[in-house]
Nanobody
Framework: VQLQASGGGLVQAGGSLRLSCAGS????????TGWFRQAPGKEREFVAA????????LYTDSVKGRFTISRDNAKNTVYLQMNDLKPEDTAVYFC??????????????WGQGTQVTVSS
Protein backbone atom coordinates (compact mmCIF):
# COMPACT_ATOMS: atom_id res chain seq x y z
CA VAL A 1 0.00 0.00 0.00
CA GLN A 2 1.31 3.43 -0.96
CA LEU A 3 -0.16 6.80 -0.07
CA GLN A 4 0.52 10.08 -1.84
CA ALA A 5 -0.61 13.26 -0.10
CA SER A 6 -0.93 16.61 -1.82
CA GLY A 7 -2.72 19.94 -1.65
CA GLY A 8 -0.97 21.79 1.14
CA GLY A 9 0.00 25.42 0.91
CA LEU A 10 -0.09 28.86 2.47
CA VAL A 11 -3.45 30.44 3.22
CA GLN A 12 -4.75 33.30 5.32
CA ALA A 13 -6.84 32.69 8.40
CA GLY A 14 -10.43 32.02 7.40
CA GLY A 15 -9.39 30.53 4.10
CA SER A 16 -9.75 27.01 2.72
CA LEU A 17 -7.59 24.22 1.38
CA ARG A 18 -8.34 20.72 0.13
CA LEU A 19 -5.87 17.94 0.77
CA SER A 20 -5.83 14.76 -1.30
CA CYS A 21 -4.51 11.33 -0.44
CA ALA A 22 -4.20 8.98 -3.40
CA GLY A 23 -3.83 5.34 -2.47
CA SER A 24 -2.51 2.39 -4.42
CA UNK A 25 -1.83 -1.23 -3.75
CA UNK A 26 -3.85 -4.34 -3.61
CA UNK A 27 -5.26 -3.93 -0.12
CA UNK A 28 -5.60 -0.16 0.07
CA UNK A 29 -9.39 -0.11 0.20
CA UNK A 30 -9.43 -2.78 2.92
CA UNK A 31 -8.12 -0.18 5.37
CA UNK A 32 -9.65 2.97 6.70
CA THR A 33 -7.86 6.19 5.76
CA GLY A 34 -7.06 8.95 8.15
CA TRP A 35 -5.36 12.30 8.37
CA PHE A 36 -2.92 13.25 11.10
CA ARG A 37 -0.97 16.45 11.61
CA GLN A 38 2.22 17.43 13.34
CA ALA A 39 3.09 20.97 14.33
CA PRO A 40 6.68 21.96 15.18
CA GLY A 41 7.65 20.69 18.60
CA LYS A 42 4.42 18.73 19.04
CA GLU A 43 3.38 15.14 18.70
CA ARG A 44 1.56 13.88 15.65
CA GLU A 45 -2.18 14.04 16.32
CA PHE A 46 -5.28 12.56 14.79
CA VAL A 47 -7.44 14.85 12.65
CA ALA A 48 -10.05 12.80 10.79
CA ALA A 49 -10.70 9.35 9.34
CA UNK A 50 -13.11 7.59 7.01
CA UNK A 51 -14.12 4.00 6.41
CA UNK A 52 -14.03 2.88 2.78
CA UNK A 53 -16.92 0.45 2.95
CA UNK A 54 -19.64 2.65 4.40
CA UNK A 55 -18.20 6.15 4.66
CA UNK A 56 -18.32 6.37 8.44
CA UNK A 57 -16.30 9.38 9.55
CA LEU A 58 -14.58 10.48 12.70
CA TYR A 59 -13.11 13.88 13.62
CA THR A 60 -11.10 15.35 16.41
CA ASP A 61 -13.09 17.97 18.31
CA SER A 62 -10.99 20.94 17.22
CA VAL A 63 -11.88 20.50 13.52
CA LYS A 64 -15.54 19.48 13.77
CA GLY A 65 -17.72 21.76 11.68
CA ARG A 66 -14.72 23.11 9.74
CA PHE A 67 -13.10 20.06 8.14
CA THR A 68 -14.80 17.40 6.03
CA ILE A 69 -13.26 14.08 5.04
CA SER A 70 -14.62 12.28 2.00
CA ARG A 71 -13.63 9.56 -0.44
CA ASP A 72 -13.80 8.81 -4.15
CA ASN A 73 -13.82 5.04 -4.49
CA ALA A 74 -13.24 5.12 -8.24
CA LYS A 75 -10.09 7.18 -7.80
CA ASN A 76 -8.88 5.50 -4.59
CA THR A 77 -8.55 8.98 -3.16
CA VAL A 78 -9.49 10.51 0.17
CA TYR A 79 -9.98 14.25 0.53
CA LEU A 80 -9.79 16.57 3.50
CA GLN A 81 -11.67 19.79 2.86
CA MET A 82 -10.48 22.37 5.37
CA ASN A 83 -12.54 25.52 5.80
CA ASP A 84 -12.26 28.45 8.19
CA LEU A 85 -8.61 27.66 8.74
CA LYS A 86 -6.91 29.01 11.83
CA PRO A 87 -3.23 29.65 12.59
CA GLU A 88 -3.33 26.71 15.01
CA ASP A 89 -4.10 24.43 12.08
CA THR A 90 -0.57 25.05 10.80
CA ALA A 91 1.21 21.70 10.61
CA VAL A 92 2.51 19.01 8.32
CA TYR A 93 -0.45 16.84 7.41
CA PHE A 94 -0.03 13.12 6.83
CA CYS A 95 -2.45 10.58 5.46
CA UNK A 96 -2.38 7.05 6.78
CA UNK A 97 -3.99 3.65 6.36
CA UNK A 98 -5.16 1.65 9.34
CA UNK A 99 -7.75 -0.82 10.52
CA UNK A 100 -10.74 0.91 12.07
CA UNK A 101 -10.76 2.73 14.40
CA UNK A 102 -7.91 4.88 13.18
CA UNK A 103 -5.49 5.66 15.97
CA UNK A 104 -1.84 6.44 15.74
CA UNK A 105 -0.69 3.16 17.31
CA UNK A 106 -2.63 1.11 14.73
CA UNK A 107 -1.33 2.81 11.58
CA UNK A 108 -0.04 0.34 9.03
CA UNK A 109 1.06 2.75 6.30
CA TRP A 110 1.99 6.43 6.25
CA GLY A 111 2.07 8.78 3.31
CA GLN A 112 4.55 11.63 3.04
CA GLY A 113 3.49 14.89 4.63
CA THR A 114 2.15 18.03 3.04
CA GLN A 115 2.71 21.39 4.69
CA VAL A 116 -0.25 23.57 5.62
CA THR A 117 0.55 27.07 6.82
CA VAL A 118 -2.16 29.45 8.00
CA SER A 119 -1.17 33.07 8.45
CA SER A 120 -2.98 35.39 10.83
Amino acid sequence: VQLQASGGGLVQAGGSLRLSCAGSGRFFSSYATGWFRQAPGKEREFVAAIKWNNGTTLYTDSVKGRFTISRDNAKNTVYLQMNDLKPEDTAVYFCAASPWPVVRTRIRYWGQGTQVTVSS
